[in-house]
């Protein structure tokens, strides 16, 4: 069986990001980017496929673990009837570098533990050359093991370095109280000369450092604090650092349900949730990372803007083709492993909409915009105005047929709305007298073609009377007030319709309309929107009980997944999910307004 997917944690240094699991294995690590290919590939196979193993050599060890304040420094105790040992795990912040610290502090007695580093690049698929070798310097000699393929090369440092066995490097030692052992992976060209060794001491303090301010940059004081925190250090932590980029998720393939196809990569950059990422980041007094992504956005849908894609690289590069790895069986045997996303060339019209609230948002928490942006801005809503009568995708990249999904219709309602404040409220130019034409067609289109009388519900589609839970958003955009009897005749058919033991589905699969075989789980960010569905109609008795229990379920270091089994009691799908969390946010502070509770700290 597969390490639990709740079993793991994740490492970051804002350029990308490691799974570590309880029991002290990286499993996952791709460097130095996000979407580059992965050194450590276990997660979606076997230990042969690349992982970094410290642990107790004691399988029944009692471990327990923990971040250090609000940072990403991993603190895992393991005891045994021997002794008890620290691990000390992070990824350095603020360097330049693509570094992953181990620390081993020996607390009592003496635990015999087990050091493996197995490098795979490529996924999993290139075994590299190794070597030792002896690092002189002008203040130390250090004797360093390195691992190199193509372009990428690795260098394992440490006081005690493992030995080969069989394409591995293993060893098994003893730490005892008192004793400190100090172990560093970095990654670097493999044209260039091996860097010099970590000021280690130094790089923790500072990683921790740099985190807490972060923290302390929101001003959210409402309920769920703590969840609300951890979930804005997540997104901060999915954002890379140089471009501005938001990926979805850290991982590639987790599955949505085990042994199934509906097996996908998010390394990537979605319009769309990155937009959602910066609204609740804006909710909680950030405002530098929306300008941050707003210039990283100018740059890739730069030039036609018939050319924008919903997805784009870290960099803002377009190309992601999808490619299936025959030689990495899938976690949990889910096959295929998927590479790339031929979602990038569909058509979802919702994300305009999205992109032009949360920079709608950011003019009201005072970013100015620049000539540029706002042109871009403009330039994308006319053309929004030539083609928004056409079918799309939908928000979950639908791969069957082409159709009038509601929710993307809604969107477009927003994006002119959005389009009509920033000339209104904020002095900007546009053909605002066709934007308030159009803005009322796609509304009356939306309440009477998008809506069921005889259900008293909005639909997914046009053509149909099933519901999608992508429409418990229609009141947070303005569409229609929280407490419309429409909307809480949607709110009740989504009850009835999508709830799996009190969690939200995205919509049926049964139905056929995603053109693809198996099922899913509940999708964690549709139960937040229910929450704030619920915060927004009123009922907050509903809302405070289901944010307890969707707060509950995040893993011990308050991390959450894209999917959730209540019967298994798991998570599922790719993780740490930038959706969940930035859905958690939003939750929190919808709540908070409806309960009368502070939201903001004074600044």
Same mark, same amino acid.
């Given at each position: 069986m597969p390490t639990p997917i709740e079993d793991y944690a994740v490492l970051g240094d804002l350029g990308t990001a490691a799974l570590v699991s309880r029991r002290g294995s990286v499993d996952w690590l791709c460097l130095p980017r996000f979407d580059s290919r992965a050194c450590f590939s276990a997660l979606l196979g076997t230990p042969e496929h690349g992982r970094w193993l410290i642990a *107790?050599? $004691?399988?029944?060890?009692?471990?327990?673990?923990?971040?250090?304040? #609000?940072?990403?420094?991993?603190?895992?105790?393991?005891?045994? *009837?021997?002794?008890?040992?620290?691990?000390?795990?992070?990824? +350095?912040?603020? @360097?330049?570098?693509? %570094?992953?610290?181990?620390?081993?502090?020996?607390?009592?007695?003496?635990?015999?533990?087990?050091?493996? !580093?197995?490098?795979?690049? #490529?996924?999993?698929?290139?075994?590299? !050359?190794?070597?030792?070798?002896?690092?002189?310097?002008? $203040?130390?000699?250090?004797?360093?093991?390195?691992?190199?393929?193509?372009?990428?090369?690795?260098?394992?440092?440490?006081?005690?370095?493992?030995?080969?066995?069989?394409?591995?490097?293993? $060893?098994?030692? @003893?730490?005892?109280?008192?004793?400190?052992?100090?172990?560093?992976?970095?990654?670097?060209?493999?044209?260039?000369?091996?860097?010099?060794?970590?000021?280690?001491?130094?790089?923790?303090?500072?990683?921790?450092?740099?985190?807490?301010?972060?923290?302390?940059?929101?001003?959210?004081?409402? +309920?769920?604090? %703590?969840?609300?925190?951890?979930?804005?250090?997540?997104?901060?932590?999915?954002?890379?650092?140089?471009?501005?980029?938001?990926?979805?998720?850290?991982?590639?393939?987790? *599955?949505?349900?085990?042994?199934?196809?509906? #097996?996908?990569?998010?390394?990537?950059?979605?319009?769309?949730?990155?937009?959602?990422?910066?609204?609740?980041?804006?909710?909680?007094?950030?405002?530098?990372?929306?300008?941050?992504?707003? %210039? !990283?956005?100018?740059?890739?849908?730069?030039? $036609?803007?018939?050319?924008?894609?919903?997805?784009?690289?870290?960099?803002?590069?377009?190309?992601?083709?999808?490619?299936?790895?025959?030689?990495?069986?899938?976690?949990?045997?889910?096959?295929?492993?998927?590479?790339? #996303?031929?979602?990038?060339?569909?058509?979802?019209?919702?994300?305009?909409?999205?992109?032009?609230?949360?920079?709608?948002?950011?003019?009201?928490?005072?970013?100015?915009e620049n000539d540029d942006s706002w042109h871009l801005q403009r330039a994308l809503v006319n053309h929004l105005a030539d083609h928004w009568e056409e079918a799309d995708n939908g928000l979950w990249e639908i791969r069957g047929p082409l159709r009038h999904f509601t929710h993307s219709r809604a969107m477009v309602w927003a994006a002119f709305d959005r389009a009509i404040r920033a000339v209104e409220q904020h002095g900007l130019d546009g053909p605002v007298e066709q934007w308030r034409e159009l803005r009322e067609r796609v509304r009356e289109e939306v309440l009477s073609k998008g809506f069921d009388a005889g259900r008293n519900t909005f639909v997914q589609h046009y053509d149909t009377t099933e519901v999608d839970a992508s429409l418990l958003t229609l009141s947070s955009i303005g569409l229609v007030d929280g407490d419309d009897p429409r909307m809480l005749g949607t709110i009740a058919a989504v009850e009835s319709d999508l709830m799996r033991d009190g969690l939200v589905m995205r919509y049926r699969t049964d139905t056929g309309v995603d053109g693809l075989a198996g099922d899913e789980h509940p999708f964690l960010a549709c139960s937040f929107w229910l929450v704030t569905a619920y915060a927004n109609a009123g009922m907050t008795t509903e809302a405070t009980a289901l944010m307890d229990r969707l707060v509950s379920l995040t893993n011990d270091v308050g991390l959450l997944s894209e999917e959730y089994d209540p019967i298994g009691k798991r998570m599922v799908g790719n993780f740490p999910q930038a959706f969940s969390h930035l859905t958690l946010v939003g939750a929190a502070l919808a709540l908070a307004k409806a309960t009368g509770e502070a939201t903001h700290a004074a600044r």
């Open positions: *107790p050599a $004691d399988p029944d060890a009692v471990t327990t673990r923990r971040y250090v304040g #609000n940072s990403f420094v991993l603190e895992t105790t393991h005891e045994t *009837p021997t002794g008890r040992v620290r691990v000390t795990d992070l990824m +350095p912040l603020g @360097d330049g570098r693509s %570094d992953l610290l181990r620390r081993i502090d020996g607390l009592e007695g003496s635990v015999r533990m087990v050091h493996e !580093w197995t490098v795979r690049f #490529n996924y999993g698929r290139t075994r590299p !050359w190794v070597a030792r070798h002896t690092d002189d310097r002008e $203040d130390h000699t250090d004797e360093i093991i390195t691992a190199i393929a193509g372009p990428d090369m690795l260098v394992l440092r440490g006081a005690r370095l493992p030995h080969a066995q069989d394409g591995h490097h293993v $060893d098994e030692f @003893d730490v005892a109280a008192g004793e400190t052992f100090t172990f560093s992976t970095t990654w670097f060209r493999s044209h260039d000369e091996i860097p010099p060794p970590l000021r280690v001491r130094a790089r923790i303090r500072e990683t921790i450092m740099r985190s807490e301010e972060y923290a302390a940059r929101s001003d959210y004081v409402g +309920p769920y604090a %703590d969840a609300v925190t951890r979930s804005l250090l997540v997104l901060r932590g999915l954002t890379h650092q140089e471009t501005g980029g938001i990926v979805a998720a850290a991982t590639t393939s987790l *599955p949505e349900e085990f042994g199934g196809e509906r #097996n996908w990569d998010y390394r990537f950059c979605w319009l769309r949730d990155a937009a959602l990422t910066l609204e609740a980041l804006l909710g909680c007094g950030y405002v530098e990372e929306t300008a941050l992504w707003r %210039d !990283w956005l100018l740059r890739a849908v730069a030039g $036609d803007p018939e050319d924008m894609q919903i997805m784009y690289r870290v960099d803002g590069g377009r190309d992601l083709p999808e490619r299936v790895l025959e030689h990495l069986p899938g976690y949990a045997a889910s096959r295929p492993v998927r590479v790339g #996303n031929a979602a990038v060339d569909q058509r979802q019209t919702d994300v305009l909409g999205e992109v032009l609230i949360s920079l709608d948002h950011a003019r009201s928490r005072g970013l100015e």
